[in-house]
């Protein structure tokens, strides 16, 4: 089953029900769509972070389509084969200025959909909406988290203004009645957006239930060093049937790619504990917070670094892939990123990986050639990896034992390589990765 996931950042639904064929010809296993609740600045907020400040649980409606385009995007995909994964944010509720700022969705909202009761109630996706969903009862009043190390900050305190639900009952009741109603509209998976800032409590009582047996769940706990992930990440592994982004996998590929590291670390980093056990991890060269939150540019990696850690993730054994397509939106605070991701989807290099991984799949990784600035490893009998971060040409002499003989052609590059006798030869171009596929005798 193909598992790489698209991460159709702030994509239009009509958008994506009319790529649906595509985005499955490609190979991609699955989408995961931005935040589809009823949200701050309603259809007129183009911004991508409005998605990210939810108004009520209880409408499908956003800059990106209403209840309808959302049911006819995931009916498309799923008529191609394609699982689809919806990014739900539970931690809090919009930032908003306004005199009831504790109540949500407000009075003027209400007035709203009293006053257009028809078309609200076709993007209604649960309950009454001629009452309140959330009042000041249900949120923590500690005001904002100032250590962001400190685990009872991060997660009793707001984030940067953003009201911050309480644990109570009504809250948990609510959120597991919103993920029934979509799992109606059939969602395969949720994507549980700033994970490292909920109570584990919380996640189990909403996550961990029988109405979400199957469901393929995955955390946002965003970390970048050891401290972090001890008070963020560690405790939360033991949660049934919840995988996370793999900062630590991450962590390593920014080390391995610093002019003093070294691409031996990449041969099997979740035995030191630098990268998450394969069974939990979605792997990744770049979120959607990195290029677009100031604070986490710091951590994106160079361009060609990026080319290269794809090679690696989609090319090695373990963890499911996510792969970020956006529409230029972090270009306009920084043109340098200008089409650097943009429909980067259906690029030829990302293609050709995804290819790869797809026919790879289940077949065991081994290393063949190990070095500071290149390796080369194995996928079963009939893939070959290899990937060089320095500026020379690199030559290794690579054994055959375990390898199908015949040619093999490069999934990225095209080329065609015979492998015959005991040994063989690679060639690997200076700042490159080849993605070699047994292509018969």
Known sequence: MNDVILHAFDWRYTNLANHADEIA??????????PPLYSRDDESGEAWWNRYQPKDYR????????KHDLEGAVAALHTEGVRVYADVVFNHMANENRPDRGYFPGEVELRRYKRQRDEFERDRLYGNLDVGLFSPWDFNSDGNIQDWTDLHEAIEHSLSGLPDLDLNQWVIEQQRACLSALNAIRFDGYRVDAVKHLPEEHLRRVF?????????LFGESLTSNDLEEGAFLWPLL?????????????????????????????VDPAAFGQALPWWQAVTFSVTHDMPNNEGFRGVMLHPQDEYLANVYLLGRDGGVPLVYTDHNQSARAHPEDR???????????????VRFHNAAQGQPQRSLFEADGFVVFARGDLGLIAINKTEQWQHP???TWGLRPGNYRCQIHGQTMAVTGEHFSLA????EAQMWLWAGL
């Open 25 to 34: 010809a490609l190979g991609y296993g699955a989408v995961l769509i931005p």
């Open 208 to 216: 961990v239930t029988a109405e979400m047996a199957g469901k393929f």
């Open 428 to 431: 690997i171009p200076p700042r």
């Open 339 to 353: 089409d650097r991701w943009a429909q980067a989807w259906q690029r030829e290099d990302l293609a050709a990986m």
């Open 238 to 266: 033991d949660i049934p049937g919840l995988a996370f982004y793999d900062f630590l996998l991450h962590e390593t590929l920014r080390r391995v790619f610093s002019p003093s590291g070294s691409m031996r670390e990449l």
């Open 59 to 66: 409408v499908l409606r956003s800059y990106l389509g209403n």
């Open 397 to 399: 002499t690579i054994s």
